[in-house]
């Protein structure tokens, strides 16, 4: 199997160390590049080519907002999982609006970082239980009337962080189900990605 390539954007290098050794225990990973920055991360992102880049929010210079743009700008297949000290809706609905499709606190424990990649790899969207709470109770406030209410539970799913696999067994249903769901989704909200309908939740909450 592949090892899948990894490059890391922390700020605090005691951290930022930790996290390489972590991930370097697995066969599955290798940390390809590590940085204190965005601009030098930036600088050589195109070339390193990774699958992953995990990266905090607060960094000096470029942001990590800022950051997933310009990555997803330049790599648009790679996934970024944000590891942040930040908690607040704010800074976890502009990570996931920018293009992140995880969101780690440092709370949660460095051992939480090897686990997020792997359920990334099998197409979850990793987060803290408390990030995932905080997402599935925006989606739960407002549902779409445009979709069915089976079509607003795998929503929900989705924004829990969960893998089509994964919510075709908390649903009964098979995961060609759960896929023809959420390509129902995505029509009748003329989107195409789960940043996009976050973005239209967060709008419509403003109504």
């Known amino acids: 199997m592949e090892t899948k390539k990894v490059v890391l954007i922390e700020d ?32 050589n992102i195109d ?20 950051g997933i743009k310009c990555i997803k700008a330049k790599l ?7 590891v942040s000290v930040h908690e ?9 609006c920018a293009g992140a499709v ?7 424990g460095q051992e939480k970082i090897l686990g997020a990649l792997y359920q990334a790899k099998e197409g979850g969207a990793p987060m803290s239980i408390n990030i995932a709470r905080m997402v599935v109770e925006s989606f739960q406030e407002e549902k779409f009337d445009e979709l069915t209410e089976r079509e607003n539970n795998v929503l929900t799913l989705l924004a829990e962080g969960k893998s089509y696999a994964s919510i075709g067994e908390e649903l009964y249903v098979s995961l060609n189900t759960i896929k023809y769901h ?15 309908a976050i973005t239209l939740l967060k709008n419509k909450r403003r109504l």
Do not use: W
């Open 12 to 43: 605090y290098e005691i951290v930022l160390q930790s996290y390489v050794k972590i991930i370097n225990t697995a066969k599955d990973f290798e940390v390809i590049g590590a940085f204190t920055n965005c601009e030098d991360a930036l600088e």
């Open 47 to 66: 070339f390193l080519a990774p699958d992953f880049v995990m990266i905090d929010i607060t960094l000096p210079g470029i942001s990590g907002i800022e």
């Open 76 to 82: 648009p297949k790679v996934v970024i999982i944000v």
């Open 88 to 96: 607040n809706s704010k800074y976890v609905f502009e990570a996931l």
């Open 102 to 108: 995880g969101y780690l606190t440092k709370s949660s």
């Open 182 to 196: 959420v390509r129902n989704i995505y029509e009748k909200l003329h989107i195409s990605s789960k940043a996009e």
